[in-house]
């Protein structure tokens, strides 16, 4: 039997699908999003995602890993709808697409009291693709991840694209207005201009470092919690760095400081 591939724009589930990848609305009623690619679907599912629906074209079975991965979400409560490439394209907001787009479950919770460090916060980061380059490398060094209100949905598209699975192992939370930090924890701000040099700063893991918005920096909010500012010399001639270069260049500081203060307290 030789299976049709699906070219309509008006089923149910490839609707839900283009819904959900325009609405930020739709998103955060439905507490779901649109995973594009098989690398984000496999992480996806290495995390223990609940993807609801799933649509795939010939590119994707193609390619053995494809069929794999195919394998892998059949069956149970996952939806398998097989299209044209050409209904894929008019979903994709990527140039080529890979030949998969996944509805999946990510329920991001609330909270109101930081307790435990190393944690990066995104203080109204509005670019999708800084914020998941932010979240993609809180992954990498070990820092959960918490985004104050006015921060670009995490639920976006383009932030799971631009996460790379990193997404799913920072513990994302949404921050409170008005949320508390345990009085134990260090508040360390990056400040383009002002502050300590990073490289001389004590880092430690019970910090909360916190990035602003791309133009206006750290909100009012936050500068009136007083956190010690810290800046990244650049003796070249831009002003600034991209938010999500500066978040890397101080988690991976700072982290290695984390590391290095283990290795003296372990006892040979």
């Known amino acids: 039997m ?4 699906l070219d309509d724009p008006a089923n149910k589930i490839v609707r839900a699908a ?17 995973l594009e690619g098989p690398r984000l679907v496999e992480e996806a599912v290495r995390a223990g995602g609940r993807i609801r629906s799933v649509l795939y074209s010939s590119r994707l079975v193609r390619r053995r890993e494809g069929q794999a991965l195919l394998e892998s979400l059949t069956g149970g409560a996952v939806r398998t709808v097989y299209v044209t490439d050409r209904l894929l394209d008019s979903l994709s907001e990527v140039e080529r697409h890979q030949g998969i787009l996944a509805v999946a479950e990510l329920d991001i919770p609330a909270e109101r009291d930081l307790q435990a460090g190393p944690v990066l916060v995104a203080d109204a980061v509005q670019d999708p693709g800084n914020l998941g380059a932010m979240l993609r ?10 985004v104050t209100e006015g921060t670009v949905d995490p639920f976006n598209p383009k932030v799971m694209r631009s996460s790379a699975g990193g997404v799913f192992h920072c513990r994302l939370t949404k921050l409170e207005p008005g949320f508390q930090v345990a009085p134990d924890l260090t ?3 990056a400040d383009a201009h002002e502050g300590v040099d990073y490289r001389s700063f004590e880092w430690s893991e019970r910090c909360v470092l916190i990035l602003g918005n791309e133009g206006a920096g750290v909100g009012q909010v936050i500068q ?11 003796p070249g ?19 290695s400081r984390f ?3 283990r290795d003296r307290g372990t006892v040979h």
């Open 237 to 255: 001639r831009t002003e600034s760095l991209n938010v999500a270069v500066a978040a890397g260049i101080l988690m991976a500081e700072a982290q």
């Open 224 to 234: 009136e919690m007083k956190p010690t500012r810290v800046r990244i010399p650049m």
């Open 137 to 146: 490398t809180a992954a990498a060094f070990g820092f959960r991840v918490g």
């Open 259 to 261: 590391t290095h203060a």
């Open 18 to 34: 283009g819904h959900l990848m325009r609405s930020r609305a739709a998103r955060e009623r439905a507490h779901q999003t649109v």
């Open 2 to 5: 030789v299976l049709k591939a």
């Open 187 to 189: 508040l360390v701000a």
